[in-house]
């Protein structure tokens, strides 16, 4: 059993940044994959970002690329999002996610469906 809660939404400017952490209880959180999901109201849960349970492997969604980087301490049991250059699209409510399937792709790891636990969200919003 993992317990997500995540912190460090905000409102801020087109431009500007910010620094998503989600913090996991357990002592096995090194064994588990960890996503980063948002979602607008209407809309599906997008997928955002990904690291491997070891962090050699990072993944992202084509419209964050370049401009979020996804990092982990399995120490600390967190993982982070940071966020540069955000855009007003980038608004929404951002959900880390734990898998316990290895993933090793992105087809496999941007699919909320592996995800086993959840986080309650932090919200980002981006004005123009």
Known sequence: QVQLVESGGGLVQAGDSLRLSCAASGRTFSTYDMGWFRQVPGKEREFVAAISRGGSSTYYADSVK?????????????????????????????????????????Y???????????????????SS
């Open 66 to 106: 370049g401009r979020f980087t996804i990092s982990r301490d399995n120490a600390k049991n967190t993982v982070a999002l940071q966020l540069n250059s955000l855009k007003p699209e980038d608004t929404g409510l951002y959900y880390c996610a734990a898998t316990s399937y290895a993933s090793g792709s992105y």
């Open 108 to 126: 496999l790891v941007s699919r909320s469906t592996r995800y086993d636990y959840w986080g309650q969200g932090t919200q980002v919003t981006v």
